[in-house]
């Protein structure tokens, strides 16, 4: 908000840029917060773990967090979204906490009011962190430690009424505005296309999966789990809470049904909770180079592949962002990232392996035409008005090992929208449906007003099949592509 009102009143002092709450004012007063609000978590973080920590294990553990997990995206180029205020919000939260619990006061419990009920403002979801709030110091699994807690409770009862009350006044402002706008308090914003799958939680793909898993993008982060093995054996009072907080954190996190959160770097949504995971990493980092019994070898393993994560997130951050064309997470498949992860001279032959899981590299043989079509003077439009062409009951020789299909095709107006991409397709047709298919989106691979000749490889299946069909077909959009030449092709590998 600060920072929306300086731009709102620069703006509307200005005569060049509009007052509309997204020219030029806007955008850098709030990209400017967004960079204040990254450095005042960081700040606060630090100082919770030199509660903890030697000045080295909290460097180290801040230094892993920036500059080796998707944090770095998160707190700079696209710090004005939720995830870095919430990342700075729990930092402070933590801090408090620490104080609260070593010296109750009626100010700091206003303050830790304001926090959770600005941060459930901020993300609903965010409603979990007042497990750590309330359950600060406790073993889960001590029965004396319950008795200390409640015991606690009822002393400080004065104090956790002032803070759940500041909490309600401040998260309550989005029921208040949802009544005043609709007659009703409670809104459910996203529609009937997004939700959670509460039963089938998406937690091996949240985690490993090429198109948004945690640990494949932020590698580093898997020192914080591990180090929860060590947070418990050196501070069982925060380690139990802590774990239950992620661990439900996590499991709603990895509930929504759009589990790769749209064109999110790893899961963008477990980027606030890394201020709790900053402990247990901490605690990792602390077994490993602090301790007198740890071994150099694993020293020199642990600091080679914290090395080698912070360059492998320096290259995701990168090209996530200024080679979006080459590396999007949200639509990736295991076969290009692989073929791509690490390189920083991208081939655009390359995106076929976002649509076909298929490629051909080796050098073709017994090459054969079995069909070839159009020509510059007579050429093929597909558009929403003709969608479809096809190029039926083609007979594959028996001898044969891939098919081909070459597209030679341009267009003046590129369709941006994957979805909506016009698709060349290779069908193996068995009794009138097809057994295998590949496809490819020709708008991947052309720019606007360059003709460009296109191919499609697919292997010939082992099972029987009647004939190829290959096609070409409009997916909604309200582009066209135009296409000189369709030629289809078998041939042997060498």
Known sequence: MPFFLIADVWANQSATYPADGYSLPYQSLIYFGSALIAFLGLFYLRRVLLLYFSDKITALTITCIFFGSNYLLYSSIKGAMSHNYL???NAILLFQLFHFYKKPSHLRAIIIGAILGISIL?????????IIALLWGLNLFSKVSWSDKMFFFKKHKSHYLVSIITMLSIASIQCVYWYYVTGQPILYSYGNDQGFDWLSPH???????????????????????????????????????????????AYVTFAWSVWWYGSSLGQRGLVQSYPFLALPMAYCF????????SKNWLKIITASLLLVFIYFNFWFTHMSQNGKIFFVPSFMTPQYFTKVVGSWTPNRNNLK?????????????????????FSSTNQLVINKANPLYRLDS??????????RATVIAHTTNKEFYNWKHTQLVIDFIKNKKPIKT???????????????????????????FDHVRVSLLNSGSEKQVEIRGLEVEAYNEE
């Open 87 to 89: 990342f700075t919000l």
């Open 122 to 130: 901020t993300r609903p979801t965010e409603i979990l962190t007042c």
């Open 203 to 249: 937690i091996y793909n949240c985690l490993f999966s090429v198109k948004a898993g945690w640990l494949l993008y932020s590698p580093i982060m898997s020192f914080a789990l591990v180090g929860f093995y060590f947070f418990f054996r050196q501070n069982k009072k925060l380690a139990s809470v802590f774990l239950l907080y992620f661990i439900l954190f």
């Open 286 to 293: 602390q077994r490993i180079f602090n301790t007198a019994s």
């Open 353 to 373: 392996l976002l649509d076909t899981k298929e490629e051909f590299t080796g050098n073709r043989i017994s090459i054969q035409v079995l069909a070839n079509r």
């Open 394 to 403: 083609i007979q594959i020789p028996q001898v044969a090992d891939w098919v």
């Open 438 to 464: 590949n496809f490819i989106r020709l708008q991947r691979h052309l720019d606007h007003g360059i003709e460009k000749e296109i191919y499609l490889d697919a292997k010939i299946p082992s099972q029987d």
